[in-house]
């Protein structure tokens, strides 16, 4: 069976900290995807990134970068100079790498809570 | 990226009605899902469709109904409300790996 864990349920920092958020999965497949979503307040659930099992490069995108490291079943997610407007709750997610239908499975989420 | 829309986003509704959450989305993706997340914060997946006249149920037992009758609308329904159908429901699409979510519907049965 897949399983995410994210153990952090809350953090708070303080604007231009930076923070890094924790996942664990667990999965048989051999293939699979793992993504990061962001929920605002505003409630929808924002894409953030996807990635491959078989590809460990680490990935950058302005603020934020991701860590995903095999050999500890961990895909972390660091915001650098945090910004009050990342405050949110932040999901990770787990599917099969099926061409096509993707059923995710998610981790509970960790809330960031970021002040001026 | 898919454009996909919820409405209502927010509905509050006394119990024994019936009600249809509304989905669309206008980039021709096949699959479609309802995930259902309870104040807890968890998403839990509750239908899922390949295409048009393809539906089936998800991981969390529901009692909502879902049909897919055009390829862009997915239309989740409850027959009679309830308390316990106290929940955001999620609506997504994807294409080549990657679902999309639209804004959700915050449902209250009082």
């Known amino acids: 069976a897949q399983k995410v864990t994210q153990a952090q349920t809350e953090i708070s920092v303080v604007e231009k900290e930076d923070v890094t958020l924790d996942c664990v999965y667990e999965t048989r497949d051999t293939t699979y995807y793992l993504f990061w979503y962001k929920q605002p307040p505003s409630g929808e659930l924002v894409f953030l990134i996807r990635?491959?099992?078989?590809?460990?490069q680490n990935e950058i995108s302005g603020r934020y970068s991701w860590n995903f490291q095999k050999s500890t079943s961990s895909f972390n997610f660091t915001i650098t100079a945090s910004q009050v407007v990342d405050s949110a709750v932040y999901f990770c997610a787990l599917s099969e790498a099926k061409v096509g239908f993707q059923k995710l499975v998610f981790g509970t989420g960790t809330r960031l809570l970021v002040s001026p | 990226e898919a454009d996909i829309y919820q409405t209502p986003r927010y509905l509050v509704i006394g119990t024994g009605k019936k009600i249809t959450l509304e989905c669309s989305q206008t980039m021709g993706h096949d699959k479609m899902y309802w995930y259902q997340q309870d104040p807890g914060m968890e998403l839990h997946l509750i239908h899922y469709?390949?295409?048009?006249?393809?539906?089936e149920k998800g991981d969390l037992s529901s009692e909502s109904t879902v049909s897919r009758i055009r390829t862009e609308h997915f239309p989740l329904t409850l027959e009679s409300a309830r308390p316990s159908h106290t929940s955001q429901y999620l609506c997504?699409?994807?294409?080549?790996?990657?679902?999309?979510f639209g804004q959700g519907t915050r449902l209250t049965v009082v």
């Open positions: 469709s390949y295409g048009v006249n393809s539906t």
């Open positions: 997504a699409s994807s294409e080549g790996g990657t679902p999309f």
């Open positions: 990635r491959n099992s078989f590809d460990e």
